[in-house]
């Protein structure tokens, strides 16, 4: 059964009971007064609640409502929080340069509210050797256990040894908290550009001291008396 309300001449009832568009209560009245009543408004008159007796309607705008409960759908999707697994692999012998990287993805994955599936890979000989890669879930869980806990204990899984975190913050907070960092940075840059384009020109040069010399320049005066001096004794030899 569709959910589409009718509007307007598709309403196939002799009497309603009428809402205003401010939400007042009309009361009962005819179908044909309540479709004057929305025309001389120019508004619209659509049937809210159908299995009523007598059914309700309500005189509005409906293309209005239409993009305002679009909006509000949006929104609400834009803030539902989806649990999303991330997986990170790692072998029982990794480099430790290796391990640093990998656990930094494991920690922005937990901060961001999301689980993270742990993967051990063994390979040949490694099999037989389990507890490596029990050790070092172990140690990745301690280095991370501010950020998330052991939802699902190390196990074995044929080639592979399987653990999952799961954050402390929920998935919600986590986004919560980074929409406030991200308007937090842009407020910071807005009013650190306002402050340079607001600065007093003295302000900007204040703080340069003048550069001096490491050896102090001598006068070039003394030099040239001497030339002059000199050319008087030339001339006076001659």
Excluded: C, W
């Amino acid at each position: 059964m569709s959910t589409e309300p009718r509007i307007n001449d598709r309403i196939r009832v002799p009497e309603v009971r009428l809402v205003g568009p401010n939400g007042e209560q009309v009361g009962i009245v005819s179908i044909q007064d309540a479709l004057r009543l929305a025309q001389e408004q120019d508004l619209d008159l659509v049937e809210v609640a159908a299995t009523a007796r007598p059914p309700v309607v309500k005189v509005m705008d409906y293309g209005k409502y239409k993009y305002e409960s679009a909006l509000k759908a949006r929104e609400a999707r834009k803030n539902q929080a989806h649990t999303v697994i991330k997986e990170m692999k790692l072998r029982p012998k990794i480099d430790p340069h290796d391990y640093e990287t990998k656990k930094g993805h494991v920690v922005r994955f937990l901060k961001a509210g999301d689980k993270v599936k742990i993967t051990i890979m063994f390979r040949g000989r490694e099999q037989s050797r389990p507890e490596l890669g029990r050790r070092l879930l172990s140690k990745l869980a301690e280095d991370v256990a501010e950020l998330g806990f052991v939802e699902f204990a190390p196990k074995q899984d044929g080639r592979n040894m399987i653990m999952v975190l799961g954050p402390h913050k929920k998935k919600t907070e986590a986004m919560a908290e980074a929409r406030a960092a991200k308007e937090q940075r842009k407020a910071d840059a807005s009013g650190a550009s306002g402050e340079v384009e607001h600065a007093e020109p003295g302000e900007l040069t204040e703080s340069i001291e003048p550069i001096e010399s490491a050896e102090p320049v001598e006068s070039a005066e003394p030099a040239e008396a001497a030339v002059v001096g000199a050319a008087q004794a030339t001339e006076e030899q001659s």
